[in-house]
């Protein structure tokens, strides 16, 4: 039986790599008692999920690519490109009497993995926006 270094661990039997590869996106993850990943070699997922609703909040921020407009040159639909280059559509859901977009959809994914809805916007008889409802994912 084979005795570990100081700079090893063991990846599998008989097997080893250097400590400096545990956990890189090339080497092995270390595991816990439960043989569960450590939380601290995981991405932050939430911190991810959670920049995805503030850039759903500001789809002219992830706008790239073919854009269609309706007959007065507002935008009705457009390609989307998040941040880790995953596709997706914008789509306008509801407009106010003054043009203002009251609700819209951003997919993720093709085919599509998650939707961005926000909800109907209440605004007043000018158009600006009185009651605006958080970003649903689904």
């Not at 005795?3 to 661990?9: E, K, P, R, V, Y």
């Not at 080497?27 to 450590?38: P, R």
């Not at 995981?42 to 309706?70: E, R, S």
Request: no cysteine; net charge neutral; glycine share 8%.
């Amino acid at each position: 039986m084979s005795t570990m270094g100081a700079n090893s661990a063991q990846a599998a039997p008989n097997t080893y790599i250097a400590v400096a590869e545990k956990g890189s996106p090339s080497g092995v993850a270390t595991l816990d008692a439960n043989a569960k990943i450590l939380p601290a070699q995981l991405p932050d997922l939430y911190a991810t999920f959670a920049n995805y609703v503030n850039l759903a909040k500001n789809p002219d921020t992830i706008i790239a690519g073919a854009v269609t407009v309706d007959g007065l040159d507002r935008v009705t639909s457009a390609a989307v490109a998040w941040p880790d280059g995953t596709p997706g559509t914008l789509t306008i859901t509801a407009r106010h009497a003054t043009g203002a977009v009251n609700g819209y959809t951003i997919t993720y994914g093709s085919p599509v993995t998650k939707t961005f809805t926000q909800p109907t916007i209440a605004r007043n008889s000018n158009g600006a926006a009185t009651n605006v409802p958080q970003i649903v994912v689904s």
